[in-house]
């Protein structure tokens, strides 16, 4: 099990995110480079609260999921939204009272059809093939727009 696990507590109200987590865990180990970087700084300004967890490319396990988890697997065969999608996605999940949204990216080889039948969603970025580290920040980013647009902050390509 790795190394980088951090949990940050944003500014945004209990009430508004009703305490939902959201938990990146992803395999590999993204140790001090420019990815993390970025993961930290859209992670930082997300505003709720939120936990990275690597685990090793392969053995690990997935830490346990408790009551109100929404298990995401970002995978080749998933759907393809766009920011405002998405982020209505995440917000009928807190509205439906998720209190955590757990994001997986796997290993270069993936996931088996068993853990995709596991999850609540499968999510791509589309197309093209991207490394994991780099995944791993638009996820990030991601989330930070996810939670602008869902605090109402105008968002410029809607429309």
């Given at each position: 099990?790795?190394?980088?696990?951090?949990?940050?507590?944003?500014?945004?109200?209990?009430?508004?995110?009703?305490?939902?987590?959201?938990?990146?865990?992803?395999?590999?180990?993204?140790?001090r480079?420019?990815?993390?970087?970025l993961?930290?700084?859209?992670?930082?300004?997300?505003?709720?609260?939120?936990?990275?967890?690597?685990?090793?490319?392969?053995?690990?396990?997935?830490?346990?999921?408790?009551?109100?988890?929404?298990?995401?697997?970002?995978?080749?065969?998933?759907?393809?939204?766009?920011?405002?999608?998405?982020?209505?996605?995440?917000?009928?999940?807190?509205?439906?009272?998720?209190?955590?949204?757990?994001?997986?990216?796997?290993?270069?080889?993936?996931?088996?059809?068993?853990?995709?039948?596991?999850?609540d969603?499968?999510?791509?970025?589309?197309a093209?093939?991207?490394?994991?580290?780099?995944?791993?920040?638009?996820?990030?980013?991601?989330?930070?727009?996810?939670?602008?647009?869902?605090?109402?902050?105008?968002?410029?390509?809607?429309?």
């Amino acid at each position: 099990m790795g190394g980088r696990v951090g949990v940050r507590a944003g500014a945004v109200s209990a009430q508004l995110t009703k305490n939902m987590l959201l938990h990146i865990v992803a395999r590999g180990r993204i140790g001090r480079s420019p990815e993390a970087e970025l993961v930290d700084r859209y992670l930082a300004r997300v505003g709720w609260p939120t936990k990275v967890t690597e685990l090793p490319d392969r053995g690990g396990k997935v830490p346990p999921a408790g009551p109100g988890t929404i298990t995401v697997i970002l995978d080749e065969k998933g759907k393809s939204l766009g920011s405002v999608a998405f982020a209505e996605q995440v917000g009928r999940w807190r509205d439906n009272g998720a209190r955590e949204i757990r994001f997986l990216i796997g290993s270069a080889d993936g996931f088996d059809d068993a853990a995709r039948g596991e999850a609540d969603f499968l999510l791509n970025f589309g197309a093209l093939t991207w490394p994991h580290m780099l995944a791993r920040a638009m996820l990030a980013e991601q989330l930070w727009r996810a939670a602008s647009i869902l605090a109402g902050h105008p968002y410029h390509r809607e429309g």
